[in-house]
């Protein structure tokens, strides 16, 4: 539910933590109220993003949390302001926060939870549909857009029918692709000569037999995944500022959409390269903006282990210049779904 759990951090650097190293621990009621008697800040001081990853805003003791579109008091489990998209769910109260059933849903940004759909050529994003799901899509353009004029717009019951039967809901692998994090970062810190990296591709699903995976619909399914590339070369740094890719910089050579590039941040001493600091760098920057994709790097310099339970952190470089540190671990981040989301234009 992107509900933020546990913050700890790592004090003397020796690759565990202990208890006096928990920062804070927090657990929720479903609607968010947090458990009262055992959550208590034990290391330094309160961190404000808690339920869904929201900050909280203690302003005025209302205890309300920031979602982007709308504020939300957990103690009621609603929202403060009305739905700016209320008109198009009239069976719900605009007031209503994941339509009661904060188990099932949840509210990334305060909007609409309507499906989202993708162009399954390029993996941008072409509109949303009507329905009280949230799961993203790929279509052809011109199928959604022939939809899209025949039924006088995506929001109608007729044309989420429509729509839906005609696209397929995207897979996230995100076993293999966290599997392929631990990979990189724990072969990093077993060598620390070279950096290692990994592409986040979105490309068609294939069956048991090797063929395009089709949903019940016969639509061709699209999955987001990840390909374990070549080490850096420790002369002339790592190829993951050199990758070779089809036309745009956006297609993989052997098929799919190139989302995203994740690389290890190994030790260096050369001050042309990244510094051994917790962020990206300004090279990791450029690439993203070059390439038109994400670059995700990680701390594998810090020499901390990938586990189940721990791993080093890891921050995002944006195609607009920008970029975005400690956006998760190794052990928790879904990557193959943040890619997707940016990527696509979903989200910024």
Do not use: C
Request: charged content about 25%; cysteine-free.
């Amino acid at each position: 539910l992107g509900n933020v759990r546990l913050s700890y951090q790592d004090i003397d650097g020796n690759g565990s933590v202990n208890a006096s190293e928990i920062k804070e621990e927090n657990n929720y009621y479903p609607f968010g109220l947090k458990h009262k008697g055992y959550n208590n800040v034990i290391v330094g001081r309160d961190h404000k993003y808690g339920y869904g990853n929201k900050e909280e805003q203690d302003e005025l003791g209302l205890d309300w949390m920031d979602f982007h579109a709308r504020n939300y008091d957990a103690t009621l489990g609603r929202w403060m302001n009305i739905d700016p998209l209320a008109e198009q769910m009239r069976r719900h109260s605009p007031y209503n926060y994941a339509f009661d059933n904060p188990i099932f849903f949840f509210d990334p940004d305060g909007m609409a939870p309507q499906d989202k759909y993708l162009d399954e050529a390029t993996g941008k994003y072409l509109g949303d549909d009507g329905a009280e799901t949230d799961n993203i899509r790929t279509i052809s353009k011109a199928k959604f857009e022939e939809i899209k004029t025949t039924n006088g717009g995506t929001k109608s019951e007729a044309a989420t029918n429509e729509l839906q039967k005609s696209a397929a809901i995207v897979k996230i692998n995100e076993n293999k692709i966290t599997d392929d994090i631990n990979t990189i970062n724990n072969d990093t810190v077993d060598d620390q000569t070279r950096e290692r990296q990994l592409y986040i591709t979105l490309a068609y699903a294939t069956d048991s037999e090797g063929f395009v995976a089709e949903d019940a619909n016969g639509n061709y399914i699209m999955e987001v995944s990840s390909i374990i590339g070549e080490p850096g070369d420790p002369k002339t740094g790592s190829v993951t500022h050199d990758i070779t890719v089809n036309g745009s910089g956006i297609a993989m050579k052997d098929g799919g959409i190139l989302l995203a590039i994740n690389h290890t941040h190994n030790t260096v001493t050369d001050p042309k390269k990244h510094k051994n600091e917790p962020t990206t760098s300004p090279r990791d920057r450029a690439t993203a903006v070059k390439r038109g994709i994400l670059n995700y790097a990680i701390d594998s310099y810090t020499n901390i282990r990938s586990t189940a339970t721990t791993g080093p952190a890891i921050h995002r470089a944006h195609f607009n210049g920008g970029h975005t540190d400690n956006v998760g671990t190794t052990n928790a981040f879904n990557m193959g779904l943040d890619a997707l989301k940016r990527f696509s234009g979903i989200i910024e």
